[in-house]
């Protein structure tokens, strides 16, 4: 059964880091596009970054450009996203994704916000 975890978020003041990280199990994510979708409450699912197998390219969102960094670590088959200079607005939960196939980062991300089920995700608040 494939199944994605993902932890590291929390409470930090603006200008903190997080890391976050994407556990994999029952799938390689080396294999496979991973990408990370935020939501607030009430608000469109933001895609922010992803990192694609297939050509490997990388994606951030504007607003995660300079901050965050996308990386992957092949022996814990687990794929981080590193969050600094934090802003109140990066407040969300965090979920990632993963998307196969012969797909670029910036074309997995744009599938992965419309994906319908969801995991828990991780939640990330930034105090002003």
Known sequence: QEQLVESG?????????LRLACAASGL?????AVGWVR?????EREGVSCIASYDGSTYYSD????????TRDTDKNT???QMDNLKPEDTAVYYC???DGPVSAAHAIRLMVQYKYWGQGTQVTVSS
Do not use: E, H, M, N
């Open 9 to 17: 978020g929390g409470l930090v003041q603006a200008g903190g880091s």
């Open 28 to 32: 390689t994510l080396d294999d496979t």
């Open 39 to 43: 939501q607030v409450p009430g608000k």
């Open 63 to 70: 607003s995660a450009k300079g901050r965050f960094t996308i």
């Open 79 to 81: 794929v981080y996203l």
């Open 97 to 99: 994704a993963t998307a």
